[in-house]
């Protein structure tokens, strides 16, 4: 084990707190059923008309999965049967063809992503006939400046599966591996050899993947700090460029799977914050940066060069190098952000299934934001991808006086800087190292809806 050194374990328990993951603002709970398929189209006309109509980055969500991993919170839906991916497929190019007619074909595709459930649960030639279909109605940007990644699960993968997908034109995957110990993966209900986790990662790299990312969570059933540091040090050495390690959210009154989890098992609050703090020690001084809260890339990774360059973005995909632009969300339970609106699919396979067939789009709920929304979902966006709130810049972009407009979230943000989590300057909000760790805590204080969310018992996962 690394030698750690000591850690503000007192603190991070105190501010340990349910809360958002700010991939979108205003987030889920706000969204509305009143927002459907003809609000999607005037958001989409409007967003058209724009005076320079923005790029566009796509979301394609597979839900299957062909095995029931106990901590996932996931939309999903379990099944081995692969019959029902090319049905699912073929309505995946409906949807397209629906959506793409929705905007100027002149709007270029900078990124595109494969999420789930597990998107390998299709075949490469399914998937390769996806991307196809998505090439034939939006105009891609030229690969080397576009972004075509894709979740993958090692454990239903082949190196020549990583062949055929970046000859179909990946070049970025994302590998859950979750963690390489055995008492954990049985805890879980995920067996995963690590020889064929490695495997995979080295032909992600032979093959020219132009980006290999790995998924690791804490806190899970049967962890332990030996266990935990042993699968740090064996990914470590497979030198991926960007590792996510994710706090285990243990939700069972949500997430039915999870409820076949022992909660004796769990790791108590305090080898939680030892674990996260494992991991911090460990990727730091293997040279990976701290991207913000779970996430950490190479110095010279794409991720850690916007944000050197103050052009990292954060949407339902996470970290990402496109700040600018529509994100069209395809699939059950995506979720679409296009112009002042944000909208969700619906999560149930078979209400999707009826809308493409009907066909009409398939959205569930969503809202238009307000002037309001607009301006904290800045704020939020540039705290949680560059740590810091410029404050000249916000008050030119939005025409307001910042210590009047936020009067009420520079007090909560008070106690946060007596405790060292943000230094609060004329110009600027920081976030300190520590509390980069706790981004989530610090974008609370400027969400709208947060305190009402949390007297009405909304839940979320925790922040730590």
């Given at each position: ?163 055929e997908l970046v000859d179909a034109g990946f070049n970025r995957a994302s590998l859950g591996v979750v963690d390489l110990d055995t008492s954990v993966q049985d805890a879980v209900n995920r067996g ?190 540039r705290l949680m991808c560059q740590g810091e709130v410029p404050i000249d810049a916000i008050q030119r972009a939005h025409g307001i006086d910042f210590a009047q407009y936020f009067a009420d979230s520079l007090r909560r943000l008070e106690p946060l800087q007596d405790d060292g989590l943000v230094w609060i300057e004329p110009e600027r909000i ?35």
């Amino acid at each position: 084990m690394p030698n750690v050194p000591p850690f503000p374990t007192e603190l991070l328990r105190r501010y340990d707190r349910p809360g958002p993951r700010y991939t979108s603002y205003p987030t889920e709970p706000q969204f509305s059923t009143g927002f459907g398929p003809a609000q999607l189209m005037e958001a989409a006309q409007q967003s058209n008309g724009d005076p320079i109509p923005g790029r566009l980055s796509l979301y394609v969500h597979v839900p299957f999965c062909s095995n029931p991993c106990f901590h996932c919170g996931c939309n999903r839906v379990i099944t081995r049967d692969r019959s029902r991916s090319e049905p699912y497929r073929t309505r995946l190019g409906r949807e397209i063809g629906m959506m793409a007619g929705l905007f100027d074909p002149d709007r270029e595709v900078v990124q595109l992503h494969f999420g789930g459930g597990t998107p390998n649960f299709l075949t490469p030639a399914q998937l390769h006939a996806t991307l196809q279909d998505l090439r034939d109605h939006f105009r891609f940007s030229p690969a080397a400046e576009g972004d075509i990644s894709i979740d993958l699960d090692p454990r239903e993968l082949t190196p020549e599966d990583v062949a055929e997908l970046v000859d179909a034109g990946f070049n970025r995957a994302s590998l859950g591996v979750v963690d390489l110990d055995t008492s954990v993966q049985d805890a879980v209900n995920r067996g995963q050899d690590p020889e064929t986790t490695l495997t995979i990662i080295d032909a992600c790299h032979r093959h020219g993947m132009r980006s290999v990312d790995v998924e690791l969570i804490y806190g899970l059933p049967k962890q332990t700090l030996e266990g935990f540091a042993r699968t740090l040090h064996t990914l470590i050495a497979a030198r991926p460029h960007r590792l996510a390690v994710y706090s285990y959210a243990h939700l069972p009154e949500q997430f039915r799977p999870q409820r076949q989890i022992r909660t004796e098992d769990l790791p108590s609050p305090e080898l939680k914050l030892e674990l996260l703090q494992l991991a911090v020690q460990s990727l730091t001084n293997a040279g990976y940066v701290h991207i913000g809260m779970d996430h950490f890339a190479l110095p010279d990774d794409d991720l850690a060069l916007a944000q050197s360059r103050g052009g990292l973005h954060r949407n339902v995909m996470g970290y990402t190098t496109h700040a600018d632009g529509d994100l069209i969300g395809l699939g059950v339970s995506a979720v679409s952000r296009i112009g002042d609106s944000v909208s969700q699919n619906t999560c149930e396979l078979s209400d999707w299934e009826r809308a493409i067939d009907q066909p009409r789009l398939p959205v569930w709920r969503g809202l238009r934001l307000t002037p309001d929304d607009q301006l904290r979902s800045d704020v939020i966006q540039r705290l949680m991808c560059q740590g810091e709130v410029p404050i000249d810049a916000i008050q030119r972009a939005h025409g307001i006086d910042f210590a009047q407009y936020f009067a009420d979230s520079l007090r909560r943000l008070e106690p946060l800087q007596d405790d060292g989590l943000v230094w609060i300057e004329p110009e600027r909000i920081v976030a300190t190292p520590v509390g980069r760790l706790m981004l989530r805590v610090i974008a609370m204080c400027f969400d709208a809806y947060a305190p009402h969310l949390q007297a009405a018992g909304a839940r979320y996962p925790r922040t730590a």
